[in-house]
């Protein structure tokens, strides 16, 4: 074929010579088949421009097959097929965006980094990422990924939600116990069975057993963590708490009830609580608030908890702290 030769500066015949060159790749010796052009007038060798192999993206992808490591699309594709950003991802991954992005585009990734993104890629592995990493995703889209992630690996919607937003430590915030699901359902089933239980007076009847409870043992029964929201005290994430509940019929439904000009939820037990997952202390905590709120309307137990101390001196939608449970209104 006829091409410009750099070195003869001119029009000249030119051969396309194809042969193996070895790249060293972290002390690895790769042989890699290299395009060049061959002048026949002058026999000068020199690069082809136009050729769309590039020899150290093929060393590099050769390397990573010998160490069985992720080539560039594997990453981008399981970060896409999980709906993440790049920034998403490399939070997740404690690797900066810039890196992971070079990863991405055919940079060589270090052995150390291709094992915490391998590690990553599994489902409960990143399961556990999500649920240790605040702020980077909302909410929406952590519950879009947990599903996912609770198919593929046979968890149940119930089991991964918990790990993901019940995984929280031990703290003032949650009167220093562990998130405990199945006394937070039972106390539910506790309040509602044969009852009909507005959701607004459903939590703070939830509120007054824990904050109780802690302000006679210093400890909760649920570890439930309370936020400051309009309506009074309520467990953080309690919409999700109430949905998992539903579709995991745990013998409570969920009805809708007019009150005035708006429907309100009202919630109703079909089988009563397993009481014996509670201690004494706990029982006796649960029917003290159940008995002393057993006539008061939703509006009427909501004005009340506005006037706790704990509620009061709470910025809006922070977590109250149990240390207010000294200060509470009710008497055990």
Known sequence: MNGFCPNCEKESLLLIVQQAEDFTVRGESIS???????CQECGEEFENLKSTIDPYEVAYREYRARKGMLQPEDIRAFRIKRGLT?????????????TLNRYENGALQSEAHDRVIKLAMEPRNLMGLISNSQGVLGDSKKQR?????AEETETSWLEATKDVFGNYDADLYSGYKKFDLAKFFEAIKFFCFQERIYKTKLMKLLFYADFGHFKEYSVSITGARYARLPYGPVPDQFERWLAALILDDNGIRREEEWMQDYPGEVYVGNTSADLSIFTPSELRVLATVKEEFQDFSAKRISDISHNEIGYQETEPARLIRYSYASELSLKL
Do not use: H, N, T
């Open 145 to 149: 990924i947990i599903s996912q992630l």
């Open 86 to 98: 790049q920034k998403e991802f490399s939070d997740f991954l404690g690797i900066g965006i810039a």
């Open 32 to 38: 890699v088949e290299v395009e060049f052009y061959r």
